[in-house]
Protein backbone atom coordinates (compact mmCIF):
# COMPACT_ATOMS: atom_id res chain seq x y z
CA UNK A 1 0.00 0.00 0.00
CA UNK A 2 0.96 2.97 -0.82
CA UNK A 3 2.10 5.53 2.50
CA UNK A 4 -0.35 8.29 3.03
CA UNK A 5 2.89 10.56 4.27
CA UNK A 6 5.97 10.20 2.02
CA UNK A 7 8.82 12.44 2.39
CA UNK A 8 12.17 11.28 0.01
CA UNK A 9 15.69 12.60 0.24
CA UNK A 10 14.80 15.24 2.33
CA UNK A 11 16.82 18.54 3.35
CA UNK A 12 16.06 21.54 4.93
CA UNK A 13 18.49 24.21 5.39
CA UNK A 14 18.58 27.82 7.59
CA UNK A 15 21.32 29.94 6.01
CA UNK A 16 24.42 27.86 6.88
CA UNK A 17 23.09 25.14 8.71
CA UNK A 18 21.66 21.49 7.31
CA UNK A 19 18.85 21.05 9.69
CA UNK A 20 17.59 18.06 7.52
CA UNK A 21 19.99 15.74 6.12
CA UNK A 22 18.21 13.33 3.52
CA UNK A 23 15.80 12.20 5.68
CA UNK A 24 13.36 9.34 4.28
CA UNK A 25 9.99 8.89 6.18
CA UNK A 26 7.20 7.59 5.19
CA UNK A 27 4.25 6.62 7.60
CA UNK A 28 1.64 4.20 6.37
CA UNK A 29 -2.65 4.72 6.38
CA UNK A 30 -3.59 4.58 10.45
CA UNK A 31 -0.31 3.96 11.61
CA UNK A 32 1.09 5.93 14.47
CA UNK A 33 4.61 7.02 14.78
CA UNK A 34 6.62 9.08 17.54
CA UNK A 35 9.34 10.94 16.69
CA UNK A 36 11.82 11.59 19.79
CA UNK A 37 15.65 12.75 20.39
CA UNK A 38 17.69 15.44 21.43
CA UNK A 39 17.01 18.98 21.52
CA UNK A 40 17.61 20.48 18.21
CA UNK A 41 17.89 17.30 16.21
CA UNK A 42 15.00 18.53 13.68
CA UNK A 43 11.87 17.06 15.18
CA UNK A 44 9.73 20.25 14.86
CA UNK A 45 11.64 20.82 11.38
CA UNK A 46 10.83 17.42 10.07
CA UNK A 47 6.82 17.26 10.40
CA UNK A 48 6.68 21.20 9.83
CA UNK A 49 7.82 19.93 6.50
CA UNK A 50 4.46 18.00 6.27
CA UNK A 51 2.12 20.63 6.05
CA UNK A 52 4.72 23.01 4.41
CA UNK A 53 4.67 25.39 7.59
CA UNK A 54 8.12 25.08 6.32
CA UNK A 55 9.55 25.07 2.91
CA UNK A 56 12.08 22.46 2.03
CA UNK A 57 15.16 22.88 0.44
CA UNK A 58 15.36 20.08 -1.71
CA UNK A 59 13.64 16.67 -1.97
CA UNK A 60 9.95 14.88 -2.49
CA UNK A 61 7.30 14.95 -0.47
CA UNK A 62 3.58 13.49 -1.64
CA UNK A 63 0.73 13.76 1.35
CA UNK A 64 -2.15 11.38 0.42
CA UNK A 65 -1.35 10.96 -2.90
CA UNK A 66 -0.67 14.91 -3.57
CA UNK A 67 3.04 15.85 -4.52
CA UNK A 68 3.02 18.79 -1.72
CA UNK A 69 5.49 20.88 -4.29
CA UNK A 70 3.48 20.68 -7.48
CA UNK A 71 1.69 23.96 -8.96
CA UNK A 72 -1.34 21.63 -9.26
CA UNK A 73 -1.52 21.16 -5.74
CA UNK A 74 -3.76 23.37 -3.62
CA UNK A 75 -2.00 23.63 -0.08
CA UNK A 76 -5.00 25.18 1.48
CA UNK A 77 -6.83 22.26 0.20
CA UNK A 78 -4.25 19.62 1.50
CA UNK A 79 -3.83 21.13 4.76
CA UNK A 80 -6.95 20.30 5.80
CA UNK A 81 -6.20 16.96 5.55
CA UNK A 82 -3.38 17.70 7.92
CA UNK A 83 -4.09 19.04 11.58
CA UNK A 84 -1.85 19.84 13.41
CA UNK A 85 -1.64 20.13 17.27
CA UNK A 86 1.53 22.47 18.96
CA UNK A 87 3.33 22.87 21.88
CA UNK A 88 1.79 25.98 22.89
CA UNK A 89 -1.51 25.44 21.81
CA UNK A 90 -2.01 28.65 19.89
CA UNK A 91 -5.67 28.93 19.85
CA UNK A 92 -7.59 32.03 18.93
CA UNK A 93 -7.33 34.40 22.11
CA UNK A 94 -9.98 36.49 20.31
CA UNK A 95 -12.71 33.68 20.14
CA UNK A 96 -14.39 31.70 22.47
CA UNK A 97 -13.66 28.26 22.49
CA UNK A 98 -17.10 27.40 20.64
CA UNK A 99 -15.97 29.85 17.82
CA UNK A 100 -12.16 28.94 18.04
CA UNK A 101 -13.71 25.21 16.90
CA UNK A 102 -16.24 26.50 14.01
CA UNK A 103 -14.80 29.12 12.76
CA UNK A 104 -12.24 26.97 10.34
CA UNK A 105 -15.58 24.57 9.27
CA UNK A 106 -17.82 27.62 8.45
CA UNK A 107 -14.93 29.88 6.82
CA UNK A 108 -12.75 27.10 5.26
CA UNK A 109 -15.25 24.27 4.48
CA UNK A 110 -18.14 26.67 4.07
CA UNK A 111 -20.41 24.00 6.73
CA UNK A 112 -23.58 25.80 8.59
CA UNK A 113 -23.55 27.50 11.34
CA UNK A 114 -25.56 25.11 13.36
CA UNK A 115 -24.17 22.24 11.62
CA UNK A 116 -20.20 23.30 12.91
CA UNK A 117 -21.71 24.51 16.15
CA UNK A 118 -23.25 20.31 16.86
CA UNK A 119 -20.06 19.54 15.64
CA UNK A 120 -17.99 21.31 18.07
CA UNK A 121 -19.91 20.68 21.28
CA UNK A 122 -19.75 16.60 20.50
CA UNK A 123 -15.95 17.47 19.87
CA UNK A 124 -15.60 19.18 23.13
CA UNK A 125 -17.66 16.20 25.00
CA UNK A 126 -15.24 13.97 23.60
CA UNK A 127 -12.20 15.68 25.16
CA UNK A 128 -14.15 16.28 28.12
CA UNK A 129 -14.81 19.46 28.32
CA UNK A 130 -18.34 20.05 27.77
CA UNK A 131 -18.84 23.26 29.67
CA UNK A 132 -16.42 25.45 28.49
CA UNK A 133 -18.02 26.35 25.39
CA UNK A 134 -18.61 30.54 26.03
CA UNK A 135 -15.32 30.80 27.66
CA UNK A 136 -12.32 32.24 26.31
CA UNK A 137 -9.09 30.88 25.95
CA UNK A 138 -7.35 33.45 28.75
CA UNK A 139 -10.19 31.24 30.87
CA UNK A 140 -9.10 27.69 30.76
CA UNK A 141 -5.76 26.05 32.41
CA UNK A 142 -3.40 24.73 29.96
CA UNK A 143 -4.37 20.83 29.49
CA UNK A 144 -7.55 22.51 28.73
CA UNK A 145 -6.06 24.70 26.16
CA UNK A 146 -4.85 21.75 24.69
CA UNK A 147 -7.91 19.68 24.30
CA UNK A 148 -9.58 22.65 23.06
CA UNK A 149 -6.98 22.78 20.11
CA UNK A 150 -7.48 19.12 19.42
CA UNK A 151 -10.66 19.61 19.55
CA UNK A 152 -10.35 22.03 16.99
CA UNK A 153 -8.15 20.33 14.51
CA UNK A 154 -10.68 17.70 14.63
CA UNK A 155 -13.09 19.76 13.65
CA UNK A 156 -11.67 19.69 9.79
CA UNK A 157 -11.88 16.06 9.78
CA UNK A 158 -8.35 15.78 8.41
CA UNK A 159 -6.77 11.88 8.02
CA UNK A 160 -3.59 12.94 9.12
CA UNK A 161 -3.00 14.72 12.78
CA UNK A 162 0.92 15.87 13.58
CA UNK A 163 1.38 16.38 17.66
CA UNK A 164 4.62 18.55 18.00
CA UNK A 165 5.55 18.29 21.87
CA UNK A 166 1.89 18.53 22.97
CA UNK A 167 2.26 18.02 26.49
CA UNK A 168 5.85 19.85 26.71
CA UNK A 169 4.45 23.24 27.95
CA UNK A 170 1.81 21.70 30.44
CA UNK A 171 1.90 20.99 34.12
CA UNK A 172 2.86 17.87 35.12
CA UNK A 173 -0.68 16.69 36.45
CA UNK A 174 -2.41 18.06 33.18
CA UNK A 175 -0.46 15.97 31.08
CA UNK A 176 -2.21 13.05 31.43
CA UNK A 177 -5.80 14.46 30.19
CA UNK A 178 -4.05 15.40 27.17
CA UNK A 179 -2.66 12.06 26.24
CA UNK A 180 -5.83 10.28 27.14
CA UNK A 181 -7.51 12.14 24.46
CA UNK A 182 -4.15 11.44 22.24
CA UNK A 183 -4.53 7.63 22.78
CA UNK A 184 -8.29 7.47 22.19
CA UNK A 185 -7.59 8.96 18.82
CA UNK A 186 -4.34 6.56 18.38
CA UNK A 187 -6.57 3.79 18.76
CA UNK A 188 -9.13 5.01 15.81
CA UNK A 189 -8.26 5.32 12.39
CA UNK A 190 -6.07 8.76 12.15
CA UNK A 191 -2.78 8.31 10.95
CA UNK A 192 -0.71 10.10 13.82
CA UNK A 193 2.94 11.61 13.90
CA UNK A 194 3.97 12.49 17.30
CA UNK A 195 6.84 14.23 18.70
CA UNK A 196 7.31 13.53 22.38
CA UNK A 197 9.40 12.33 25.09
CA UNK A 198 6.14 10.66 26.18
CA UNK A 199 7.68 7.36 26.51
CA UNK A 200 4.66 6.05 28.34
CA UNK A 201 2.31 7.16 25.60
CA UNK A 202 5.28 6.36 22.92
CA UNK A 203 5.33 2.39 24.50
CA UNK A 204 1.18 2.45 24.28
CA UNK A 205 -0.07 3.48 21.23
CA UNK A 206 3.07 3.74 19.03
CA UNK A 207 3.55 1.51 16.30
CA UNK A 208 6.77 2.51 15.37
CA UNK A 209 9.42 5.18 16.83
CA UNK A 210 11.92 7.15 15.05
CA UNK A 211 14.54 8.36 16.50
CA UNK A 212 16.41 11.62 15.75
CA UNK A 213 19.64 13.31 16.56
CA UNK A 214 21.83 16.26 14.43
CA UNK A 215 19.47 16.36 11.53
CA UNK A 216 19.11 12.15 10.83
CA UNK A 217 16.84 9.67 11.62
CA UNK A 218 19.24 7.59 13.58
CA UNK A 219 16.95 4.57 14.04
CA UNK A 220 13.51 3.69 13.46
CA UNK A 221 11.79 0.46 15.59
CA UNK A 222 8.90 -1.15 16.94
CA UNK A 223 8.57 0.76 20.62
CA UNK A 224 9.21 -2.73 22.17
CA UNK A 225 12.36 -3.36 19.87
CA UNK A 226 13.22 0.32 20.30
CA UNK A 227 13.46 0.61 24.33
CA UNK A 228 15.16 -2.90 24.74
CA UNK A 229 18.02 -3.29 22.34
CA UNK A 230 18.27 0.52 21.07
CA UNK A 231 20.63 -0.34 18.32
CA UNK A 232 22.51 2.87 17.83
CA UNK A 233 24.82 4.71 20.73
CA UNK A 234 22.91 7.43 20.06
CA UNK A 235 20.01 6.03 21.37
CA UNK A 236 21.17 4.32 24.25
CA UNK A 237 22.43 7.79 25.59
CA UNK A 238 19.12 9.75 24.78
CA UNK A 239 17.28 6.65 26.43
CA UNK A 240 19.53 6.77 29.52
CA UNK A 241 19.23 10.52 29.62
CA UNK A 242 15.21 10.60 29.60
CA UNK A 243 14.05 7.49 31.33
CA UNK A 244 16.52 8.56 34.36
CA UNK A 245 14.45 11.21 36.14
CA UNK B 1 3.38 55.74 60.12
CA UNK B 2 0.05 57.62 58.93
CA UNK B 3 0.67 57.62 54.99
CA UNK B 4 1.52 61.29 53.84
CA UNK B 5 -2.44 63.43 53.09
CA UNK B 6 -0.80 64.08 49.84
CA UNK B 7 -1.61 60.49 48.94
CA UNK B 8 -4.82 60.94 49.48
CA UNK B 9 -6.87 60.19 45.85
CA UNK B 10 -10.02 62.67 47.10
CA UNK B 11 -7.55 65.05 48.63
CA UNK B 12 -5.75 64.38 45.40
CA UNK B 13 -9.06 66.16 43.40
CA UNK B 14 -9.86 69.06 45.73
CA UNK B 15 -5.80 70.57 45.06
CA UNK B 16 -5.80 70.40 41.57
CA UNK B 17 -9.41 71.93 41.71
CA UNK B 18 -8.18 74.52 43.65
CA UNK B 19 -5.16 74.45 41.25
CA UNK B 20 -7.01 75.37 38.40
CA UNK B 21 -9.71 77.48 40.08
CA UNK B 22 -6.48 79.50 41.08
CA UNK B 23 -5.55 80.18 37.50
CA UNK B 24 -8.81 80.69 36.36
CA UNK B 25 -8.98 83.35 38.56
CA UNK B 26 -5.59 84.99 38.17
CA UNK B 27 -6.30 84.91 34.66
CA UNK B 28 -9.74 86.91 35.19
CA UNK B 29 -8.14 89.45 37.14
CA UNK B 30 -5.47 89.84 35.02
CA UNK B 31 -7.68 90.23 32.13
CA UNK B 32 -9.61 92.84 33.59
CA UNK B 33 -6.45 94.78 34.22
CA UNK B 34 -7.20 95.30 30.95
CA UNK B 35 -10.34 96.68 30.48
CA UNK B 36 -11.53 93.53 28.91
CA UNK B 37 -15.08 93.77 29.03
CA UNK B 38 -16.70 89.69 29.50
CA UNK B 39 -19.79 89.46 27.67
CA UNK B 40 -20.78 86.07 28.02
CA UNK B 41 -24.22 86.66 27.25
CA UNK B 42 -24.10 86.78 24.04
CA UNK B 43 -22.26 83.49 23.18
CA UNK B 44 -25.57 81.56 23.42
CA UNK B 45 -27.07 83.35 20.50
CA UNK B 46 -24.38 82.20 18.18
CA UNK B 47 -25.00 78.85 19.22
CA UNK B 48 -28.79 78.86 18.38
CA UNK B 49 -30.93 82.23 17.88
CA UNK B 50 -34.40 83.24 16.98
CA UNK B 51 -35.48 83.49 13.88
CA UNK B 52 -38.30 85.87 13.38
CA UNK B 53 -41.14 84.59 10.51
CA UNK B 54 -43.54 87.23 9.11
CA UNK B 55 -46.55 86.72 7.17
CA UNK B 56 -47.39 89.41 5.22
CA UNK B 57 -50.22 91.18 3.35
CA UNK B 58 -50.47 90.89 -0.21
CA UNK B 59 -52.71 93.38 -1.07
CA UNK B 60 -54.56 96.19 0.23
CA UNK B 61 -57.56 94.64 1.51
CA UNK B 62 -59.78 93.46 4.84
CA UNK B 63 -58.48 90.61 7.19
CA UNK B 64 -61.04 88.14 8.62
CA UNK B 65 -60.36 85.02 10.97
CA UNK B 66 -62.36 81.51 10.17
CA UNK B 67 -60.90 79.49 13.15
CA UNK B 68 -57.31 78.89 12.64
CA UNK B 69 -57.04 80.60 9.14
CA UNK B 70 -56.54 84.46 8.01
CA UNK B 71 -58.39 85.45 4.95
CA UNK B 72 -57.59 88.48 3.05
CA UNK B 73 -60.34 89.51 0.90
CA UNK B 74 -58.54 92.22 -1.73
CA UNK B 75 -60.32 95.44 -2.94
CA UNK B 76 -59.95 93.73 -6.37
CA UNK B 77 -62.25 90.72 -4.80
CA UNK B 78 -59.16 88.31 -4.70
CA UNK B 79 -59.25 86.28 -1.89
CA UNK B 80 -55.84 84.90 0.08
CA UNK B 81 -56.19 82.10 2.77
CA UNK B 82 -53.18 81.97 5.46
CA UNK B 83 -53.35 78.66 8.03
CA UNK B 84 -52.14 80.55 11.12
CA UNK B 85 -51.02 77.50 13.06
CA UNK B 86 -48.09 78.67 15.21
CA UNK B 87 -48.74 82.39 14.42
CA UNK B 88 -48.95 84.93 16.53
CA UNK B 89 -51.45 87.00 15.00
CA UNK B 90 -50.59 91.23 15.41
CA UNK B 91 -53.74 92.47 13.59
CA UNK B 92 -57.76 91.97 14.94
CA UNK B 93 -60.58 90.40 12.85
CA UNK B 94 -62.01 92.54 10.41
CA UNK B 95 -59.42 95.32 10.67
CA UNK B 96 -58.03 96.81 7.19
CA UNK B 97 -54.77 96.32 6.52
CA UNK B 98 -52.57 98.04 3.75
CA UNK B 99 -49.74 95.41 1.24
CA UNK B 100 -47.06 94.20 2.96
CA UNK B 101 -48.71 94.77 6.37
CA UNK B 102 -47.30 92.09 8.84
CA UNK B 103 -50.26 90.24 9.59
CA UNK B 104 -48.67 87.62 12.29
CA UNK B 105 -45.25 86.20 12.44
CA UNK B 106 -43.99 83.12 14.14
CA UNK B 107 -40.40 82.66 16.13
CA UNK B 108 -38.50 79.77 14.79
CA UNK B 109 -35.16 78.69 16.25
CA UNK B 110 -32.70 78.34 14.00
CA UNK B 111 -28.65 76.94 14.63
CA UNK B 112 -26.33 79.62 14.50
CA UNK B 113 -22.16 79.66 13.70
CA UNK B 114 -21.33 77.67 16.58
CA UNK B 115 -23.61 74.69 15.98
CA UNK B 116 -23.01 75.10 12.06
CA UNK B 117 -19.21 75.04 12.42
CA UNK B 118 -19.21 72.52 14.54
CA UNK B 119 -21.35 70.43 12.39
CA UNK B 120 -18.53 70.93 9.57
CA UNK B 121 -16.01 70.15 12.03
CA UNK B 122 -17.77 66.37 12.69
CA UNK B 123 -18.62 65.85 9.36
CA UNK B 124 -14.54 66.60 8.12
CA UNK B 125 -13.70 64.63 10.95
CA UNK B 126 -15.89 61.23 10.70
CA UNK B 127 -15.07 61.22 6.63
CA UNK B 128 -11.41 61.36 7.39
CA UNK B 129 -11.53 59.20 9.62
CA UNK B 130 -13.27 56.23 7.78
CA UNK B 131 -10.17 57.24 4.78
CA UNK B 132 -7.66 57.36 6.90
CA UNK B 133 -8.50 54.18 8.57
CA UNK B 134 -8.84 52.88 5.06
CA UNK B 135 -5.50 54.19 3.77
CA UNK B 136 -3.39 53.16 6.68
CA UNK B 137 -4.80 49.66 6.68
CA UNK B 138 -4.23 49.14 2.81
CA UNK B 139 -0.74 50.49 3.24
CA UNK B 140 0.22 48.55 6.06
CA UNK B 141 -0.93 44.89 4.38
CA UNK B 142 0.88 46.67 1.41
CA UNK B 143 4.39 46.58 3.45
CA UNK B 144 3.42 43.38 5.20
CA UNK B 145 2.23 41.73 1.77
CA UNK B 146 6.49 40.22 0.74
CA UNK B 147 5.58 41.61 -2.68
CA UNK B 148 9.27 44.64 -2.90
CA UNK B 149 7.51 46.92 -4.98
CA UNK B 150 3.64 47.16 -2.66
CA UNK B 151 6.33 47.58 0.40
CA UNK B 152 8.09 50.42 -1.39
CA UNK B 153 5.18 51.89 -2.70
CA UNK B 154 4.20 52.29 1.17
CA UNK B 155 7.04 53.17 2.68
CA UNK B 156 7.97 56.11 0.09
CA UNK B 157 4.59 57.36 1.29
CA UNK B 158 4.63 56.95 4.32
CA UNK B 159 8.49 58.81 4.74
CA UNK B 160 6.72 61.93 2.70
CA UNK B 161 3.98 61.75 4.71
CA UNK B 162 5.53 62.04 8.20
CA UNK B 163 8.35 64.18 6.81
CA UNK B 164 6.69 67.17 5.68
CA UNK B 165 4.22 69.59 7.85
CA UNK B 166 0.53 68.88 7.75
CA UNK B 167 -0.06 72.61 6.88
CA UNK B 168 2.23 72.22 3.80
CA UNK B 169 0.39 69.44 2.22
CA UNK B 170 -3.20 71.28 3.05
CA UNK B 171 -1.53 73.72 0.65
CA UNK B 172 -0.87 71.51 -1.52
CA UNK B 173 -3.90 69.60 -2.02
CA UNK B 174 -5.87 73.16 -1.97
CA UNK B 175 -3.98 74.75 -4.47
CA UNK B 176 -2.26 72.01 -6.91
CA UNK B 177 -4.55 68.92 -6.42
CA UNK B 178 -7.66 70.23 -6.14
CA UNK B 179 -7.12 73.22 -8.82
CA UNK B 180 -6.09 70.51 -11.19
CA UNK B 181 -8.94 68.18 -10.75
CA UNK B 182 -11.77 70.89 -9.85
CA UNK B 183 -12.82 69.47 -6.23
CA UNK B 184 -14.51 71.38 -3.97
CA UNK B 185 -12.33 72.86 -0.86
CA UNK B 186 -13.98 70.55 1.63
CA UNK B 187 -13.02 67.20 -0.22
CA UNK B 188 -9.71 68.71 -0.35
CA UNK B 189 -9.72 69.09 3.05
CA UNK B 190 -10.64 65.65 3.74
CA UNK B 191 -7.88 64.20 1.26
CA UNK B 192 -5.60 65.91 3.22
CA UNK B 193 -6.32 64.93 6.36
CA UNK B 194 -6.91 61.51 5.31
CA UNK B 195 -3.75 61.36 4.09
CA UNK B 196 -1.91 62.50 6.30
CA UNK B 197 -3.52 60.19 9.19
CA UNK B 198 -3.25 57.52 6.81
CA UNK B 199 0.58 57.39 7.06
CA UNK B 200 0.32 57.16 10.85
CA UNK B 201 -2.44 54.79 11.04
CA UNK B 202 -0.49 52.74 8.43
CA UNK B 203 2.66 52.38 10.59
CA UNK B 204 0.57 52.01 13.84
CA UNK B 205 -1.12 48.71 12.14
CA UNK B 206 1.78 47.60 10.82
CA UNK B 207 3.88 47.38 14.27
CA UNK B 208 0.31 45.81 15.42
CA UNK B 209 0.19 42.88 12.72
CA UNK B 210 3.59 42.45 13.35
CA UNK B 211 3.39 42.04 16.55
CA UNK B 212 0.43 38.94 17.07
CA UNK B 213 2.73 35.72 17.47
CA UNK B 214 3.89 33.45 14.81
CA UNK B 215 1.71 30.54 16.12
CA UNK B 216 -1.26 32.50 15.29
CA UNK B 217 -0.53 32.51 11.80
CA UNK B 218 0.81 28.81 11.60
CA UNK B 219 -2.38 27.65 14.01
CA UNK B 220 -4.55 28.98 10.90
CA UNK B 221 -2.25 28.14 7.90
CA UNK B 222 -2.85 24.50 9.47
CA UNK B 223 -6.39 24.54 9.32
CA UNK B 224 -6.60 25.36 5.94
CA UNK B 225 -7.06 29.22 5.82
CA UNK B 226 -6.18 30.98 3.21
CA UNK B 227 -4.08 34.39 3.32
CA UNK B 228 -6.76 36.39 3.29
CA UNK B 229 -9.16 34.15 5.56
CA UNK B 230 -5.78 34.33 8.17
CA UNK B 231 -5.57 37.95 8.08
CA UNK B 232 -9.31 38.62 8.23
CA UNK B 233 -10.50 36.26 10.81
CA UNK B 234 -7.41 35.60 13.11
CA UNK B 235 -4.83 38.62 12.43
CA UNK B 236 -6.84 41.48 12.35
CA UNK B 237 -8.94 41.38 15.09
CA UNK B 238 -6.14 40.75 17.17
CA UNK B 239 -4.01 43.31 16.08
CA UNK B 240 -7.21 46.06 15.78
CA UNK B 241 -7.39 44.89 19.71
CA UNK B 242 -3.89 45.65 20.71
CA UNK B 243 -4.02 48.72 17.91
CA UNK B 244 -7.11 50.04 20.08
CA UNK B 245 -5.54 52.84 22.16
CA UNK B 246 -2.75 54.34 19.88
CA UNK B 247 -5.85 53.92 17.03
CA UNK B 248 -7.87 56.76 19.38
CA UNK B 249 -4.92 58.76 20.01
CA UNK B 250 -4.35 59.76 16.40
CA UNK B 251 -8.18 60.08 16.00
CA UNK B 252 -7.84 62.53 18.45
CA UNK B 253 -5.18 64.27 17.02
CA UNK B 254 -7.05 64.31 13.63
CA UNK B 255 -10.25 66.16 15.35
CA UNK B 256 -7.94 68.49 16.42
CA UNK B 257 -5.80 69.16 13.21
CA UNK B 258 -8.86 69.09 11.88
CA UNK B 259 -8.86 72.94 12.73
CA UNK B 260 -6.31 73.84 9.96
CA UNK B 261 -8.96 73.35 7.23
CA UNK B 262 -10.33 76.62 8.42
CA UNK B 263 -7.18 78.15 6.34
CA UNK B 264 -8.60 77.32 3.18
CA UNK B 265 -11.73 78.57 3.96
CA UNK B 266 -13.94 75.81 4.93
CA UNK B 267 -16.34 76.85 7.59
CA UNK B 268 -15.09 74.52 10.52
CA UNK B 269 -15.45 75.35 14.15
CA UNK B 270 -12.35 77.56 13.99
CA UNK B 271 -12.79 79.45 10.80
CA UNK B 272 -16.63 80.24 12.85
CA UNK B 273 -14.40 81.40 16.03
CA UNK B 274 -12.48 84.01 13.74
CA UNK B 275 -15.38 85.24 12.02
CA UNK B 276 -17.07 85.83 15.58
CA UNK B 277 -13.98 87.39 16.70
CA UNK B 278 -14.19 89.77 14.04
CA UNK B 279 -18.12 90.49 15.17
CA UNK B 280 -18.12 90.58 18.53
CA UNK B 281 -14.76 91.59 19.13
CA UNK B 282 -14.80 89.31 22.51
CA UNK B 283 -12.21 86.99 21.90
CA UNK B 284 -11.94 85.32 25.32
CA UNK B 285 -15.35 84.40 25.48
CA UNK B 286 -15.33 83.11 21.85
CA UNK B 287 -11.85 80.95 21.84
CA UNK B 288 -12.68 79.78 24.83
CA UNK B 289 -16.15 78.33 23.82
CA UNK B 290 -14.52 76.93 20.61
CA UNK B 291 -11.93 75.12 22.90
CA UNK B 292 -14.54 73.93 24.93
CA UNK B 293 -16.25 72.90 21.87
CA UNK B 294 -13.54 70.57 20.51
CA UNK B 295 -12.71 69.08 24.21
CA UNK B 296 -16.13 68.24 24.14
CA UNK B 297 -16.01 66.01 20.37
CA UNK B 298 -11.92 64.41 21.26
CA UNK B 299 -13.87 63.48 25.32
CA UNK B 300 -16.30 61.53 23.51
CA UNK B 301 -14.07 59.93 21.71
CA UNK B 302 -11.90 58.97 24.02
CA UNK B 303 -14.74 57.60 26.04
CA UNK B 304 -16.22 55.91 23.07
CA UNK B 305 -12.33 54.09 22.90
CA UNK B 306 -12.68 53.43 27.02
CA UNK B 307 -15.79 51.52 26.25
CA UNK B 308 -14.15 49.58 23.66
CA UNK B 309 -11.04 48.17 25.83
CA UNK B 310 -12.92 47.40 28.28
CA UNK B 311 -15.64 45.27 26.54
CA UNK B 312 -12.31 43.24 24.69
CA UNK B 313 -10.75 42.72 28.29
CA UNK B 314 -13.90 41.66 29.33
CA UNK B 315 -14.06 39.10 26.32
CA UNK B 316 -10.68 37.23 27.22
CA UNK B 317 -7.51 39.62 26.88
CA UNK B 318 -5.76 40.25 24.24
N1 LIG C 1 13.67 29.42 11.83
C1 LIG C 1 14.89 28.93 12.10
N2 LIG C 1 15.99 29.63 11.77
C2 LIG C 1 17.22 29.14 12.03
N3 LIG C 1 17.45 27.98 12.61
C3 LIG C 1 16.41 27.22 12.96
C4 LIG C 1 15.06 27.67 12.73
N4 LIG C 1 14.23 26.71 13.18
C5 LIG C 1 15.01 25.74 13.67
N5 LIG C 1 16.31 26.03 13.54
C6 LIG C 1 17.41 25.18 13.95
O1 LIG C 1 17.25 23.91 13.40
C7 LIG C 1 17.58 22.91 14.33
C8 LIG C 1 16.44 21.94 14.47
O2 LIG C 1 15.36 22.61 15.07
P1 LIG C 1 14.04 21.87 15.50
O3 LIG C 1 13.13 22.91 16.05
O4 LIG C 1 13.54 21.05 14.38
O5 LIG C 1 14.58 20.93 16.66
P2 LIG C 1 13.74 19.96 17.59
O6 LIG C 1 14.28 18.62 17.37
O7 LIG C 1 12.30 20.17 17.38
O8 LIG C 1 14.19 20.47 19.02
P3 LIG C 1 13.33 20.73 20.32
O9 LIG C 1 13.24 19.43 21.04
O10 LIG C 1 14.14 21.72 21.08
O11 LIG C 1 12.01 21.26 19.91
C9 LIG C 1 17.93 23.60 15.63
O12 LIG C 1 19.33 23.60 15.77
C10 LIG C 1 17.42 25.00 15.45
O13 LIG C 1 18.29 25.91 16.08
MG1 LIG D 1 10.72 21.03 18.49
Redesign the interface.
Known sequence: MEPIIKMERINKHYGDFHALKDVDFNVKKGEVVVICGPSGSGKSTLIRCINRLEDISSGKIVIDGKDLYDKKTNINKLRQEVGMVFQHFNLFPHLTILENITLAPTKVKKMPKEDAKKLAMELLKRVKIPHQANKYPGELSGGQKQRVAIARTLAMKPKIILFDEPTSALDPEMIGEVLDVMKELARENYTIVCVTHEMGFAREVADRIVFMDKGEIVEENTPEEFFKNPKTDRAKKFLSEILHH | MKPSIFKNRRVGIILAALFYAALGFFLYKAASKINYTWKWDMIPKYFVYEKKIPLTSPCDGKLEIEGNKAVIICEDGKKYTYSLEGYKLEFENGEFVYEDDEIAYKIKLEPGPFLLGLWVTIKISLISMFFAFLIGLIIAIMRLSGIPAFDYIGSVYVTIIRGTPLLVQLFIFYFIVATIFDLPRFWAGVMSLSIFYGAYIAEILRGAIQSI?K??H?????????SF?RMW??IL??AL?KALPALVGELISLIKDSSLVSIISITDLTKVGREIVANTFSPFETWLTVAALYLMLTSVLSFIGHKLEKRMKA????
Open positions: DGQEAAKSLGFNQYIPQRKGGI
